[in-house]
């Protein structure tokens, strides 16, 4: 408000005397504008009032002078200040003071913040006679507090740690941020000083960080801090002297590095390790290499590469290839040591630095191929991977890094082109200067030329009648001076120079020749089986040259069968999958060959026009192996089966492998167990003599009851061998777990009574060994101990039919035991119907497809042919002469349009006869006798020629000869 010396206003509704009241009012209306005052008599109504209180409201003192204070204007707009107004008149009723803030309203709508008192003022007759209201702006003081609240708000919630410190160094004040960095409370973090918690200043070295922080006015540094729990915190500390009052302290802002020291160290690390494996990368690598060469006397450097490892991104994803890559990095890594440097390349590439190593590197490389060799398993799939590994030394193969690693990449080379799967050590030309592969790929042209190759043929047995149903054709080759060169030495040369496509070639003539001689000799039907090789199977005219082959030779198509392998069909899976298909169609048997070494993807498999799936060697489980190989291939056989494909286990080596592979309805095997790979000769004397897999192995002759007696106790065994001899079963016995597992490989075994309590496995583990292994068992333990919880798990998963104790009784136990063979018998009949009708439905499946295939070809041969008719017709009527065709019969088939106009002839006279047709004078012509006809006015030269071909009978032709008849 504008201050003006104005003169006292007042309206009074009692006379006041012009004493100390008079001067009491002068005082009040000269405090100031910010100041307003006035007077209240003794029952709080407004006598007077100053002109600055007036004029913040804008009224004349006749409107509000009279008004109980409480009413006016300068208390509308804080019903809390009207209130506490109230209040404070009442208090000074009673004589008492009071000051408070209050919010008072002025002409401009807004309220003001002030500073307000009331004090009573007595009479002469110590009565109070006047109160003696005033109120001070403190607008400005709010404002200012408002402000400092805020920046106290505002330094409270920062993010970075704030802190105020001394002269002394002890901390002043500090934020919520500073505690949480430190993890103390405000209270505890105040009782400290600088050097308690900053790691780089103790107490001695306080001072002069404090007359530094004086002389610059700033300061910037990084430093450490101690945790109250004791650990170090990196920061970045920037500290500022203020000074206020004459009193001079140090603001201090601290920021945490550790985030940023995590991020340089990540950004550090992708620098020099690979993200993927964690593994150093290239970079790394050349400077680990590098130092190595210079401090090492002898530096081995191993580079590894995963044979088609393409294959897995293309076939699994790229997700799959990952983590592959991943798992193969820890088991390099794992057999090293500590001083070894492993690294990824890029890629599929690995390398390994050995300085100074302590044994051959050739063993090490031998012992990355075995870990690299391991089935992996990510997820649902089963994952086998090969590598090959290329060896280079200093100083012998080069001093320097990048010269190290380019001898030992060609060595790697040299690893691959001899097969893959193997180590190669490096030497001055791996390939060209070879003088024995050279000599090898020589011998070898030679050898196709000189018919130094020979098959041999491996038979394939029927699981079901134990007859030979098919052998595979193997390439052997004998040569003159070297002798019998093994398959996996000559077949990657003949690949790598191109030789593998006449190979093939002669491998597919001979092989479709020998099964058409077998046919004519009368032999039993067997099927003939070759391994193409992938440029064999990717050539565009295979199916045809196939069925060139057959057609030559007589054979039946339905004794002719392919192999492919898996990785095979990845290099191009749509052509290989319609070349296959071509296969099928023409009804060659396609096998796919080593299931369960590559992808193994059920989607591949799906699509695959696969007739026959061969279970790997390496999937054929013995009696000895784990449960879940077993597992394993058992759901391979059941996949197949309703896929409608049948099952091959080849490499089978033992009489166990086939009996367990029979028991779990594999259809048919190969391997040394039966017979290796024989000559043509050898293998026509197996078919003459009849040679086959004894059925009672097969569990397909009838035979005896067997119950296997399984107890450590001698005498418990022979006991009840007394007691069940009357009963007719046939009764084996076995002291130990593992004699009964060999006793269960060797004969079909309907039920079995186990002890529990045996050295090794127990009983409830023999049984439950097996059910996983021969599952149509029915397993019973007999023990006089007991151990309920092993127990009651096995029964309730199913490894044992019943469980009984001893001591037994004699009719009750030959009770459980009759009970026993009768679900096994019921169960063998089961099977057998159940075998019988997958055998049918496969069959019945095949048959389908066989009939399908033959209605397609006809039907397309039908479109053909009458498409052939259609344009035949258009060709002949296009002729300008008359044409007929009779048949073999004398029968009118066919006459274009000219010979329809010249005798007036129309379609529905086809097929009627010639003669009856046709003017008799041109039936000698019809017996192939030229001759003159007279017809419509003209001479036509009539003559007839046989058709040749499928197409029987003869063309008659008219040929018009000038001039008219007379």
């Known amino acids: 408000m504008p201050q003006r010396d104005a003169a006292l206003t007042m309206l009074e509704a009692r006379a006041l005397s012009a004493g100390p009241e008079r001067a009491l009012r002068e005082v009040l209306d000269r405090l100031g504008p910010s100041v307003f005052a006035g007077l209240l008599d003794a029952d709080g109504v407004l006598r007077y009032a100053n002109q600055a209180a007036l004029q913040a409201i804008g009224a004349a003192p006749e409107e509000v002078l009279g008004q109980r204070f409480e009413t006016t204007p300068w208390w509308q707009a804080c019903e809390l200040s009207q209130r506490r107004l109230q209040q404070a008149l009442a208090r000074a009723s009673r004589g008492e003071a009071s000051r408070f803030d209050v919010r008072v309203a002025t002409r401009r709508g807004t309220t003001l913040s002030m500073d307000f008192s009331l004090l009573p003022l007595y009479g002469p007759d110590g009565r109070i006679a006047w109160l003696v209201p005033s109120a001070c702006d403190v607008s400005d003081r709010e404002h200012a507090q408002r402000q400092l609240r805020l920046t106290r708000h505002a330094v409270e919630q920062a993010n970075d740690a704030l802190f105020q410190v001394g002269p002394d160094g002890a901390f002043r004040d500090a934020n919520a941020a500073a505690c949480r960095l430190l993890g103390l409370t405000r209270e505890q973090l105040l009782r400290l000083r600088v050097p308690d918690i900053d790691t780089q200043v103790d107490d001695t070295q306080w001072p002069q960080r404090w007359r530094e922080m004086c002389e610059r006015g700033s300061l910037r540094f990084e430093t450490s801090l101690r945790h109250h729990q004791g650990h170090e915190i990196p920061v970045d500390v920037s500290v500022s002297l203020v000074t206020s009052d004459g009193e001079t302290f140090a ?44 401090t090492s006397a002898e530096t081995a450097v191993l580079v590894l590469e995963l044979d088609r490892f393409k294959r897995i991104n293309d076939g699994l994803g790229l997700h799959i290839g990952d983590a592959v890559l991943r798992e193969v990095a ?170 593998i496509v006449p190979i093939g070639d002669w491998v597919l003539r001979r092989a479709v020749e020998q099964a058409a001689a077998w046919q004519r000799a009368g032999l039993p039907p067997l099927r ?189 065994v022979a006991a009840l061998r007394r007691l069940l001899r009357a009963e007719g079963w046939r009764l084996l016995s076995a002291t130990s777990a593992e004699q009964a597992l060999e006793l269960m490989a060797r004969h079909e075994v309907d039920v079995i009574l186990s002890d529990q309590r045996m050295p090794g496995l127990t009983g409830v583990e023999l049984l439950r060994r097996a059910r996983q292994l021969y599952p149509e068992t029915i397993r019973l333990v007999l023990s006089g101990y007991t151990e309920l919880q092993s127990i009651t798990d096995a029964i309730n998963e199913g490894a044992i039919y019943k469980f009984l104790a001893k001591p037994w009784d004699d009719e009750q136990l030959r009770s459980h035991l009759r009970e026993a063979f009768g679900l096994k018998e019921m169960a063998d009949q089961n099977r057998r119907l159940d075998r019988e009708v997958q055998a049918a439905n496969r069959e019945l499946a095949e048959l389908n497809r066989r009939l399908q295939t033959l209605l397609n070809a006809q039907r397309e041969q039908n479109e053909r042919e009458v498409g052939s008719r259609e344009a035949a017709q258009e060709l002949l009527d296009a002729v300008p002469v008359p044409v007929f065709g009779i048949d073999d019969q004398g029968l009118l088939v066919f006459a274009n349009a000219p010979a329809l106009a010249l005798f007036g002839l129309d379609g529905s006279l086809l097929g009627g006869p010639a003669d009856e047709h046709l003017p008799q004078s041109l039936r000698p012509a019809l017996d192939g006798e030229p001759l003159m006809h007279m017809h419509a006015g003209r001479r036509w030269w009539a003559m007839s020629r046989p058709l040749s071909g499928s197409a029987r009978g003869r063309l008659l032709v008219l040929l018009p000869q000038a001039g008219a008849s007379k």
């Open 330 to 499: 820890q088991r390099i890594a794992t057999p090293l040591r500590s001083t070894d440097l492993v690294a990824r390349r890029g890629g599929d590439e690995f390398v390994v630095v050995m300085p100074s190593p302590s044994g051959a590197a050739m063993d090490v490389a031998q012992a990355l191929l075995d870990t690299v060799a391991r089935p992996i398993t990510i997820g649902s799939h089963e994952i086998h991977l090969t590598c090959s590994v290329g060896i280079a030394r200093s100083p012998a193969d080069g001093d320097r890094a990048e010269t190290l690693l380019r001898h030992a990449n060609a060595a790697l080379e040299q690893a691959k082109r001899l097969g893959r799967n193997q180590v190669s050590v490096y030497a001055r030309a791996p390939h060209d200067d070879d003088p024995e592969r050279l000599a090898l790929e020589t011998a070898l042209r030679q050898a196709s030329r000189d018919e130094q190759l020979e098959l041999h043929y491996q038979p394939q047995v029927d699981l079901v009648q134990g007859r030979i149903v098919g052998v595979e054709a193997l390439l052997r080759w004998q040569h003159p001076t070297l002798g019998h060169i093994a398959p996996d030495r000559f077949i990657p040369i003949a690949e790598e120079t191109g030789l």
């Open 251 to 294: 603001h201090v802002c601290v920021d945490d590095l550790r985030d940023r020291r995590a991020a340089e160290q990540r950004i550090q690390r992708l620098l020099q390790f690979d993200e993927l494996t964690g593994l150093p990368n290239r970079q790394r690598l050349f400077e680990r290499l590098g130092a190595t060469l210079q």
């Open 528 to 716: 003939m089986a070759v391994n193409l090789s992938t440029r064999q199977l990717l050539q565009p005219d295979l199916a045809r040259r196939i069925e060139g082959l057959l057609a030559a030779s007589g054979l039946d198509p339905r004794r002719f069968g392919v192999e492919v392998t898996e990785s095979m069909l990845i290099t191009n899976f749509d052509q290989a999958v319609q070349h296959l298909r071509a296969l099928r169609a023409l009804g060659v048997e396609v096998s796919l060959d080593d299931f369960g070494t590559g992808y193994s993807s059920l989607s591949y498999l799906r699509r695959l026009p696969v007739d026959v799936v061969k279970i790997d060697r390496s999937l054929v489980p013995d009696v000895t192996a784990p449960a879940e190989d077993v597992s394993i291939t058992r759901a391979i056989i059941t996949m197949a089966h309703q896929l409608q494909m049948k099952v091959l286990a080849e490499g089978v080596e033992s009489e166990g492998q086939a009996a367990l592979l029979a028991a779990n309805q594999c259809d048919q095997m190969q391997g040394w167990w039966f017979s290796a790979a024989q000559s043509a000769a050898a293998v026509e004397t197996m078919l003459r003599e009849g040679r086959r897999v004894d059925p009672a192995l097969l569990g397909r002759r009838s035979r005896e009851r067997t119950l296997l007696l399984v107890d450590d106790e001698e005498n418990i």
